[in-house]
């Protein structure tokens, strides 16, 4: 959790919007589709990238309030920007 509030602060320095969006287990199984859990992230970066997702995709976007970008950017929950200048 530090991690994000450390690149959520770096977003507000720089006027980025950050979303943190928070898989549950059950809903990274299905997002998966029977590979390895990490799996999870590709298939909702294409729904991101795309436009095109299923019914699961559409509710975690829903849930985590992901409106109009112009890219995204994918960091893991234990990486973290460490130079804000």
Do not use: P
């Not at 770096?10 to 287990?25: D, E, H, P």
């Not at 975690?60 to 309030?65: F, G, I, Y």
């Amino acid at each position: 959790f530090l991690c994000s509030v450390v690149n959520e602060a770096y977003c507000q320095r720089n006027s980025y919007t950050f979303q943190r969006v928070l898989l549950g287990a059950e809903e990274m199984r299905c997002l998966a589709a029977g590979r390895h859990l990490a799996w999870a992230k590709v298939a909702l970066l294409e729904a991101l990238v795309t436009g095109s997702s299923s019914a699961l995709l559409e509710k975690v976007l829903r849930k985590a309030r992901v409106v109009d970008f112009d890219y995204v950017v994918w960091i893991d929950a234990d990486a973290m920007v460490l130079d804000h200048s």
